[in-house]
């Protein structure tokens, strides 16, 4: 019943920026956590950044000072705001969710469909 639903990648050149944005839908109750993963060709998927609702923020070391999370807690939306692109950032990225719903118990995982990241030349 939950969705979430990526949006904002595309192509970019080394040193530009993209903001990504991920909008939840669906019967919610309370959104415990929202947070970027991203996955790369031929590599793991990876933590890159998370929010929690008390306000604390993560961030993978690769992309500290150059990535910024925040939350729209009336649109059910966390965003990404990416800087300074690199390269090796090229990959989709995944939104991921701890999610209670109205009528639900304990909150469960959610994740995104993806949305694609290339920094290319």
């Known amino acids: 019943q939950v969705q979430l639903v990526e949006s904002g990648g595309g192509l970019v050149q080394p040193g530009g920026s993209l903001r990504l944005s991920c909008a939840a839908s669906?019967?919610?109750?309370?959104?415990?956590?929202m947070t970027w993963y991203r996955q790369a060709p031929g590599k793991q998927r990876e933590l890159v950044a998370g929010?929690?609702?008390?306000?604390?923020?993560n961030y993978a070391d690769s992309v500290k000072g150059r990535f910024t999370i925040s939350r729209d807690n009336a649109k059910n939306t966390v965003y990404l705001q990416m800087n300074n692109l690199k390269p090796e950032d090229t990959a989709v990225y995944f939104c991921?969710?701890?999610?209670?719903?109205?009528?639900?118990?304990?909150?469960?995982?959610?994740w995104g469909q993806g949305t694609q990241v290339t920094v290319s030349s």
């Open positions: 929010s929690t609702s008390g306000g604390s923020t």
């Open positions: 669906g019967s919610i109750s309370s959104i415990y956590a």
């Open positions: 991921y969710a701890v999610i209670r719903e109205n009528r639900g118990t304990i909150p469960r995982a959610y």
